[in-house]
Nanobody, 122 residues
Framework: QVQLVESGGGAVQAGGSLRLTCTAS????????MGWFRQGPGREREYVAA????????IYADPVQGRFTISRDNDKNTMYLQMNDLKPEDTAVYFC???????????????WGRGTQVTVSS
């Protein structure tokens, strides 16, 4: 099993940037594909980005493509989400997830953090 803790959320104005961090403990971090998901007010959880085990392949949801960058450092058991040009519609609780499969479906991720709040004001 792996335990995940998110950090780095906060409140920013539109156009600003934040970097989220997901720190893993427990099982070998490099054994897991990783992903970021978010859940905005009154909305269902949605996929944001995912990265494969070695970090060489990344995929993004259309709303964040070109603005967000997912990365990982297996030596530090850490994953990141650099968020630039933030928009009010990016406001959500952001969750990191770990799984044995790589993709955009939440069903493929087995372990989840508790989330970190991101609030973007106009």
């Amino acid at each position: 099993q792996v335990q995940l803790v998110e950090s780095g959320g906060g409140a920013v104005q539109a156009g600003g940037s934040l970097r989220l961090t997901c720190t893993a403990s427990g099982d070998t971090f490099a054994n897991y594909a990783m992903g970021w998901f978010r859940q905005g007010p009154g909305r269902e959880r949605e996929y944001v980005a995912a990265i494969n085990w070695g970090g060489g392949h990344r995929i993004y949801a259309d709303p964040v493509q070109g603005r967000f960058t997912i990365s990982r450092d297996n030596d530090k058991n850490t994953m990141y989400l650099q968020m630039n040009d933030l928009k009010p519609e990016d406001t959500a609780v952001y969750f990191c997830a770990a799984g044995s499969d790589y993709g955009s479906s939440a069903d493929w991720f087995d372990y989840w953090g508790r989330g970190t709040q991101v609030t973007v004001s106009s």
